[in-house]
Nanobody
Framework: QVHVVESGGGQVPIGGSLSLTCTASGNFDELFAMAWHRQAPGKQRELVAR???????FYEDSVAGRSAISATGAKDMVYLQMHSLKPEDTGVYYCDYIMRAVGGMNHNWGQGIQITVSA
């Protein structure tokens, strides 16, 4: 089991930047990837960015080119940096540690952190 905590949220002006940190503890033996998701009001949770333990990254189209996901070598911290923020970036951002498991993957979620982008 992995325990995950997000930090760095808050209110950000349109066009501004954010920097989120995810701190994780536990057993990382079966760690496959780390990811950031977000859930906007009235919408489903969506994947924003993902990084595998091998360093391969993926970005959702709307954030590609203005976001960067990274992790420490020990994989106990994951960062998300975004710039040129838009109102549609508003939402609750969740950190996700994805672990290999029998029959598939297990997701270890943080509690989420609010990001509000406004004028």
């Amino acid at each position: 089991q992995v325990h995950v905590v997000e930090s760095g949220g808050g209110q950000v002006p349109i066009g501004g930047s954010l920097s989120l940190t995810c701190t994780a503890s536990g057993n990382f033996d079966e760690l496959f990837a780390m990811a950031w998701h977000r859930q906007a009001p009235g919408k489903q949770r969506e994947l924003v960015a993902r990084i595998t333990t091998g360093g391969a990254t993926f970005y959702e189209d709307s954030v590609a080119g203005r976001s960067a996901i990274s992790a420490t070598g020990a994989k106990d911290m994951v960062y998300l940096q975004m710039h040129s923020l838009k109102p549609e970036d508003t939402g609750v951002y969740y950190c996700d540690y994805i672990m290999r498991a029998v029959g598939g993957m297990n997701h270890n979620w943080g509690q989420g952190i609010q990001i509000t982008v406004s004028a």
